[in-house]
């Protein structure tokens, strides 16, 4: 069996990863809203956290009733409780990755969580 999975997504509108790389600590997708278009929903978390990450394009995120414009480059973090939304901009549309992870989980990273091999 194989250390790793490799996949190749499109541009569809949505790409959950979950079960394509078969993740075992983390929900990342792949999204892309075309321009005017939104996530049809308003939703929020019991555990887990999001990042955010903007590839392409720009829209906004209304978090809480705060409206936040997102631009190709931005990270956003939100909290699991926040209830949050996403729009294209009326002129562009937006593509992004979401990261799920669960909220205070992160106990080593980086170099504390590596080990040199010879």
């Not at 809480?64 to 631009?71: H, Y």
């Not at 979401?98 to 990273?109: G, K, M, P």
Request: proline residues 3%; hydrophobic residues 35%.
């Amino acid at each position: 069996m194989s250390n790793f999975n490799k996949v190749n997504v499109g541009q569809d509108a949505r790409t959950e990863l979950h079960d394509c790389l078969s993740l075992t600590g983390a929900e990342i997708s792949i999204n892309n809203l075309p321009a005017g278009a939104s996530v049809p929903f308003v939703h929020s978390h019991k555990k887990n956290e999001e990042i955010y990450a903007i590839l392409s394009g720009k829209g906004k995120a209304v978090i809480d009733g705060e409206t936040v414009e997102l631009n190709a480059g931005d990270w956003l973090k939100i909290a699991p409780t926040a209830k949050r939304q996403f729009f294209a901009s009326e002129d562009s549309g937006i593509s992004y990755i979401c990261i799920q992870v669960r909220e205070n989980s992160l106990e080593e990273y980086t170099a504390n969580d590596a080990e040199i091999s010879q």
